[in-house]
């Protein structure tokens, strides 16, 4: 999560869209008196690496904060008058990464622990974690189910969204440019003949578990 003085910007950062690259790329446009919550410590070595500014100002706020409870911890002003913006995903394809994404950490778990931890096969873990990530993301930017942010970012649309974003905040150069060069949480995914294959069953739950995200953003399931 960064909040943004001098270009009067709040980015709250999602789950599985690409998040840690753009905000990683959103903290070049950073000085001193911007908000920067930290993030892990192989990407903080990312960021470090490109002289981009690195946590700061942040106290008890995270990385992973919803709006409304960014809300409850700025300025009134700050909240109301600065550009909020988020990145989206389709949720069948963000279920999958999500689900990648928790093996590699448990594989990373493992260097600190004697103990080995199995990885789960998707149907557990959809099982499991499905419901709570459709969830987390619609709260992510809502409240009371009132859209709290004024734009979203598609996974699927990244370079024309971060060149509005660009335009739209008057940033010094595309952010899609300074984007691009990141490479945070890269090669986890397999290649796409690789990956699990969603089932009738999964699809069927995923439309009604991420019924309200898929509603809003007019997402599908695409084969």
Excluded at 12 to 38: R, Y
Aim: charged fraction near 35%.
């Amino acid at each position: 999560m960064i909040i943004n003085h001098k270009y009067k910007f709040i980015f709250i950062k999602s789950f599985k869209t690409a998040g840690t690259s753009l905000e990683i790329a959103v903290s070049k446009f950073c000085d001193n008196k911007d908000i920067i919550t930290p993030i892990i410590e192989e990407d903080e070595k990312i960021r470090k690496a490109l002289n981009y500014r690195g946590p700061q100002n942040y106290n008890n706020m995270k990385e992973h904060m919803s709006v409304s409870e960014i809300r409850k911890k700025i300025d009134v002003d700050i909240f109301n008058n600065y550009f909020k913006f988020v990145t989206i995903r389709n949720p069948f394809d963000q279920i999958i990464s999500a689900y990648y994404w928790h093996n590699e950490s448990k594989k990373k778990e493992k260097k600190f622990f004697f103990f080995k931890k199995k990885e789960k096969k998707f149907n557990d873990f959809f099982k499991i974690k499905a419901k709570n990530i459709f969830e987390d993301e619609f709260n992510r930017y809502t409240e009371n189910n009132k859209v709290l942010v004024n734009y979203f970012i598609k996974y699927e649309n990244l370079k024309e969204d971060l060149e509005k974003i660009s335009i739209k905040l008057k940033l010094p150069e595309n952010l899609y440019n300074v984007f691009k060069e990141i490479k945070a949480k890269s090669n986890i995914n397999p290649s796409i003949d690789q990956r699990v294959r969603l089932d009738d069953e999964h699809i069927e739950k995923i439309y009604n578990l991420a019924e309200k995200v898929i509603s809003l953003h007019n997402y599908k399931y695409i084969k």
